[in-house]
């Protein structure tokens, strides 16, 4: 099995958007999109836990761990090899001490690109959460994260921000000219809700998050519009169903608003 690219790590990391910790066992050792709203609870019962064998503990490394493992084909040695010899990733100091040199940073020293694995800190050198970079801008570097809030979800930070501890880049393979697209904040508008790391979306919008405003949609049966993450009248119409059914102003734009409303019935 071969690595796999920074592309395929993402977007089998974007799978599991939304995605809730479990009250219990129940419905942990599943990957199925239907169970990821079920059993909410704060218990550090995972999908993740469960796969990398730390069930019961906080499972952002997990994620990662998860993604990286699921990109490369479900396939364990590959993975590791992937991440520097330290699959599955389960504490957060361990892939940045593993990481060669050259191949990870501090905050300041290093440019985040999408794939980075992300480390974070609550005083400057314990590491305490993990995740990984889907996009960046000249301002914000774009997360998706696990065990965030008890779920997975996708977060925003000034490049400055003191809780980013720093990046390794993992040892991904090149990209090839089938690669997968990289989710990226290029196709936002400029308002992004920095506390619940969201965009407003809007038509002509593109990117992952449209995406997961599409799938909420197709759940609750308003269009059956492909899920192509592209912000078009279908989209429009099917936003404006929705806050019809949520109780929200009817504009057919995701803003802060509807964007809680969603996170909050999910």
Known sequence: MSKCTAAQAVNAFDYYMGYYEKASSLYASSRDKSVFSLNKGSANYTYFGYLCGVQGQPSCAATVSTAIYDACGENKATAKEVMWGVWPYVACNQLYDAAPSNMKGRRGAWSPKPGDVIVFSDNGSTRTH???????????????????ANMCRKRSYPLSSTYIYGYVRPNYAAASPDDPDLPGADNYGPVVYADIGLHELSKGCAGPEVKTIQRIIFARGINHEAVDGEFGPKTKAGVIELQKQLGLTQDGVVGKDTWKKVLTAL
Not at 130 to 148: F, I, K, L, Q, R
């Open 130 to 148: 993990t995740g990984m970079v889907y996009a960046v801008d000249g301002t914000y570097v774009y997360t998706m994260e696990g065990n965030s």
